[in-house]
């Protein structure tokens, strides 16, 4: 059989006149390349299709995903390029000192821009670019942050130009991406080239990380309070990532509800009360922060923010306001400012860049169109995404003469003009061949104890053709890992080396939406599982008789109906679906707390019940989808019961169950255990909660209602009696905090114990369909408690 390598990489051919990365101007294979190219050579076509389908494999079990800037509310699968650019680590080290170098050009700047504006003053920047600018937020001016640097956690898009030599395409501070998704991009070649990689000399990424959260946490920053990540909330684009590092790195993911500023000091609403925030590493734009002093219209952030920056009790990562470095105009500008601020010139220069407000650039851009890309001054995105706000100058230049002289004249402070420049190419695995495509990388620079670091590697977008303009993921681009090879032995650092230097938060430490999301999926799943034990009776049924009207099915079927199931529409009914997305929903809001395999079932439960509900039919086939359902539900349910920490957290998703478990089998005992239960109601009971076994065991007598009321409603031994319910309640409910420092027992303690000793104390005789009745509204009220002593 063919080797699936080393049979193409002869065919393999750069673009004229483009630097590839895996082959020089002669053709020749370049060093570093090497001994990957020759291990992988080995490897039967066979063999690489199933490495990479382990790779994929591993990207759809952990639930890598990102959605695109097109509106749409989609997740799409995180899509990754197998084979990895390989960078030889001499030539990195050069990189990373320009970027560490451009790092401190970006703080001083920030450091100008906020304090006294000399850029400006001076005449290295244009005016307009600062007062003009959405990102210069004027209520931050004059505000020095916590530790006294602006910057903590930058990236940079890079690419090797025709000349061979690396350019920075543009810089990113607001609130730089990727950092997670380079993470995964490791886990994921390391998988397809398992020992490969580990036999090649390639920098690992952890010590990066752990250097980061050592400065995160260090008294220069952080006081304190708590450490956070700051999301927009589960419908970003990156949210992924923002669970991902939060949880990598073990600190809190919170929303901006989640905070509230009190005495200029912000806190995290949690199950115990308020607690002090220190730091937060910012995801969302600066903008929408703080309602109050920036963008009225925001519902994601917290009123008082700034203030709280403004008194020095929060360091903002990065701080706030500096998008505008990010602005594409001030690239033109930049080989000024460093001689200025840092005294040194660029070492790593800026894509060719000309202001359209400066009359002299316009008309060189003017005079240069078809070698021009026209895109906004002020816009983040670069010129080769799929921002829709940018165009060729040769497509420009097709209009009516004069028309473009006038047009730039006009709108001229709004734009740039920046050359465009075929990027250079890495191999890509495309159709069963090595073929050259452009790509550029997204390196990452973190503030440490010692200073900037950068990541050894980042992450490589790979266009989807050989056009500069596809290397965006939203235009069919994909994401590469970046290998930096070493000639000698690496160390291998992970996060676990210091992990006795790492303060670990008290359980009670739960935010408050975590607990609420925790509540309310252990409340969708038991419902779910309750509703189909439920449908599976009565489908068993339904496959002997085939006969709606029969009483006992009519009755189940009314009941379904009371509950909002209704049968008449599918055998497995839209309903079913809906608890089952909104347990996927509350579990999405909370990733950073919910394990991967967890994750995975939960979704893998989803997708097989909304295959099943489309095409399954009444009866027998019905029931044994539901069989089938069930399984995959104990499934989950036996993740979360034997890997879930049993922490506050715990404690919220065990009442959400325990509640409505004891709410499910209420309702049922008060609809078919009466005085008026048709015949087969006692043993349709048993079936659904899973005791016939369990009765014939314990009573010698055939069913009736008071056997059934005994077992289902007073055992306490029985993990499906209400009883029982009430008994573990009550047990997580003591160990609840109690944030109003009650002196006896919160009302959420004090009424579970009442509703708990109510049940406690009747016998099988003394229970009727009125105590059934009465005995819901009270479980309804314990939830409603609960909300309003910790939700």
Not at 614 to 640: E, N, Q
Request: with cysteine.
């Amino acid at each position: 059989m063919e080797t699936a390598l080393a049979m193409r990489t002869g065919d393999y051919k750069p673009l004229p006149g483009v630097p590839d990365e895996m082959v020089d101007a002669d053709g020749n294979v370049r060093p570093v390349w090497k001994a990957f190219l020759n291990a992988a050579s080995g490897l039967k076509a066979a063999d690489l299709a199933e490495r990479f389908a382990r790779a994929d494999r591993y990207l759809r079990d952990a639930g890598v995903f990102y959605r695109a800037y097109d509106g749409q509310d989609d997740a799409r699968a995180w899509p990754f390029s197998h084979i990895p650019v390989i960078i030889d680590d001499k030539e990195w080290q050069g990189l990373a000192e320009g970027l560490k170098q451009r790092a401190d050009l970006l703080e001083a700047m920030m450091a100008d821009f906020y304090g006294e504006n000399r850029l400006v003053a001076e005449g290295f920047i244009p005016p307009a670019l600062v007062a003009s600018n959405s990102e210069f937020l004027r209520p931050l001016v004059g505000v020095t942050p916590p530790g006294g640097h602006f910057l903590h956690f930058v990236s940079f898009e890079v690419g090797r130009g025709p000349d061979g030599n690396w350019w920075v395409l543009a810089d990113r501070a607001q609130a730089p991406s990727g950092a997670g998704f380079a993470l995964e991009n490791r886990v994921a070649a390391s998988r397809a080239f398992s020992g490969i990689y580990g036999e090649m000399h390639v920098r690992r990424v952890a010590s990066f990380f752990g250097a980061f959260r050592e400065a995160l946490q260090s008294d220069a920053l952080g006081g304190e309070g708590r450490i956070g990540v700051l999301t927009p909330g589960p419908a970003n684009e990156t949210y992924y990532e923002h669970a991902y590092i939060a949880r990598y790195l073990g600190i809190s993911l919170l929303e901006g509800e989640d905070l509230m500023v009190v005495n200029d000091k912000v806190m995290v609403r949690t199950v115990a009360g308020p607690m002090p925030v220190s730091v937060l590493w910012r995801r969302l734009d600066a903008s929408f922060t703080d309602p109050l002093e920036l963008n009225p219209n925001s519902r994601i952030g917290t009123p008082g923010i700034v203030s709280a920056i403004r008194a020095g009790n929060l360091t903002m990562v990065n701080a706030l306001g500096s998008g505008i470095v990010e602005t594409r105009a001030l690239l033109a500008f930049l080989p000024a400012v460093s001689r200025r601020l840092l005294n040194e010139d660029l070492k790593i220069p800026s894509i060719a860049t000309w202001w359209c407000g400066q009359e002299a650039e316009r008309q060189h851009v003017a005079a240069n169109l078809d070698e021009m890309l026209i895109g906004p001054a002020y816009s983040r995105m670069p010129f080769f995404d799929d921002s829709g706000q940018s165009f060729t100058g040769e497509k420009l230049g097709k209009r009516r003469p004069g028309a473009v002289e006038r047009w730039l004249e006009r709108r001229g402070p709004f734009l740039v003009g920046q050359e465009a420049v075929k990027l250079s190419t890495a191999p890509a695995f495309v159709d069963g061949k090595l073929t050259p495509h452009p790509f550029s990388l997204r390196v990452f620079a973190a503030r440490t104890r010692d200073g900037w670091t950068i990541m050894p590697g980042g992450f490589a977008r790979i266009g989807s053709s050989d056009d500069v303009a596809a290397i965006a993921m939203q235009q069919g681009g994909r994401a590469a890992d970046v290998w930096v090879v070493s000639e000698t032995p690496v160390g291998k650092p992970t996060l676990l080396t210091r992990e006795s230097r790492v303060p670990r938060n008290k359980p009670a430490n739960l935010p408050s939406r975590a607990a609420d999301n925790l509540f309310w999926l252990g409340r969708y799943i038991e419902r779910a599982e309750g509703n189909l034990r439920i449908l599976r009776a009565w489908h068993s049924r339904f496959a002997e008789s085939d006969d709606r009207s029969q009483i006992l099915l009519a009755r189940v079927e009314a009941y379904l109906d009371q509950i909002g199931i209704d049968l008449t529409e599918a055998a497995l009914p839209q309903s079913l679906l809906q608890d089952i997305d909104s347990a996927v929903y509350s579990a999405g809001n909370i990733r950073d707390r919910f394990s991967p395999d967890g994750w995975l079932a939960l979704n893998d439960l989803s997708k097989t019940t909304r295959r099943f509900v489309d095409v399954v039919k009444p009866g027998d086939d019905a029931a044994h989808a539901i069989t089938v359902l069930l399984r995959k539900l104990a499934g989950f349910a036996g993740l979360v019961h034997e890997n879930m920490y049993r922490s506050t957290g715990w404690r919220f998703l065990s009442i959400g169950r325990y509640l409505e478990r004891g709410l499910h089998m209420t309702r049922l005992l008060g609809e078919l255990s009466g005085e008026d239960a048709p015949d087969g109601a006692f043993d349709i009971l048993l079936e659904i909660a899973d005791n016939v076994m369990t009765h014939r065991r314990h009573y010698n007598v055939n069913t009736d209602r008071l056997t059934i009321t005994d077992l289902l409603a007073l055992d306490p031994q029985n993990p499906r009696s209400v009883l029982f319910q009430l008994n573990e309640m009550l047990a997580e409910v003591e160990k609840l905090p109690d944030r109003e420092r009650h002196v006896l027992m919160s009302p959420l303690h004090r009424e579970t114990m009442r509703v708990q000793a109510g049940l406690a104390v009747m016998t099988a005789n003394s229970i009727s369909t009125d105590f059934y009745v009465t005995l819901e509204r009270d479980f309804e009220a314990l939830s409603d408690c609960l909300a309003q002593s910790y939700l």
